[in-house]
């Protein structure tokens, strides 16, 4: 399952308009986002290392 952030601007811009919460809304999708990035980030770090162990590094 991908995360755009069409598909999170998309759901903001909806509650933005039903509950009529315009910057709320969009606060907590760039938070959630946020969040997603850096839990990548430090995933693919965290498996570089991994690999670096076993001798998989780049030259």
Do not use: D, Q
Not at 31 to 58: C, D, P, Q, V
């Amino acid at each position: 399952m991908i995360i755009t952030v069409r598909e999170l601007t998309a759901a903001a811009s909806s509650l933005s308009s039903t509950y009529f919460i315009p910057m709320e809304a969009f606060i907590v999708v760039i938070g959630f986002y946020w969040l997603i990035s850096i839990g990548l980030e430090l995933f693919i770090k965290m498996i570089g290392r991994f690999g670096a162990k076993r001798g998989f590094e780049n030259a």
